[in-house]
């Protein structure tokens, strides 16, 4: 599970910027803010030697 656990006031600070950006939260999860303003939840794994990036829904 994630290490690196950011408080809830963290991500719901996060505001567009002028490039897509992530807030990090460890083993692969991550926070994805884009330049629109849309904040969704990430994680990226490895199977079968293959890089995958799974949506996990928005904030």
């Known amino acids: 599970m994630a290490k690196n656990i950011n408080k809830d006031v963290t991500y719901k600070a996060a505001k567009s910027k002028e490039k897509n950006y992530m ?3 460890g083993d692969g999860l991550f926070l994805f803010v884009g330049k629109n303003g ?22």
């Not at 969704?40 to 928005?58: D, H, P």
């Open 38 to 59: 849309a904040k969704l939840w990430r994680f990226i794994y490895t199977f079968n030697k293959t890089r995958q990036k799974l949506a996990l829904g928005s904030l």
């Open 23 to 25: 807030i990090n939260d």
